[in-house]
C-alpha cells in the first residue's frame, strides 16, 4: 500500500514557475515509480511526467519537456518525496494535478496503481 499526497499548487501568471510535490509513504515505496497526471473538466487524466523508483530515469509527455522537471528525494525509506518543478508555465498548463504510483516501470505512463487527491495548478494569461 502506497498513500499519496500532493501540495504546492496555486495561481501563477504565464511564463512563471511552481514547484510542485508528492509526498509517497508506505513499506514498498521505494520500490514505486512515481508519475505526475493532469486533468481538466469533461477530459482524461493526461499523463505528464514520471520518475523511476531508483530516481535514475525519467519520463516526460512531450508537451513540458524541457519546461517541467522531475526529481525524486529517497532518503527515507519509507517516505519519499517526489518533486515537479514547472517553468514557463503556460495557460494550457492550468489542471488538476495528481501523482500516481506503480510498481511497474515498463507500464509507467500508462498505469497507475495508487492515486492521490490532486492539486490544482492555475495559469493567467
Known amino acids: 500500500q502506497v498513500h499519496l499526497a500532493e501540495s504546492g499548487g496555486g495561481l501563477v501568471q504565464a511564463g512563471g514557475s511552481l514547484k510542485l510535490a508528492c509526498v509517497a509513504s508506505g513499506r514498498s515505496v521505494g520500490a514505486h515509480n512515481i508519475a505526475w497526471y493532469r486533468q481538466v473538466p469533461l477530459k482524461d487524466r493526461e499523463f505528464v511526467a514520471a520518475?523511476?523508483?531508483?530516481?535514475?530515469?525519467?519520463?516526460?509527455?512531450d508537451s513540458v519537456k524541457g519546461r517541467f522537471t522531475i526529481s525524486r528525494d529517497s532518503a527515507d525509506h519509507s517516505e519519499n518525496t517526489v518533486y515537479l518543478q514547472m517553468d514557463s508555465l503556460k495557460p494550457e498548463d492550468s489542471a488538476k494535478y495528481y501523482c500516481a504510483a506503480t510498481p511497474f516501470e515498463k507500464e509507467i505512463t500508462t498505469r497507475t496503481d495508487y492515486w492521490g487527491q490532486g492539486t490544482q495548478v492555475t495559469v493567467s494569461s
Open positions: 520518475i523511476s523508483w531508483s530516481g535514475g530515469r525519467t519520463y516526460y509527455a
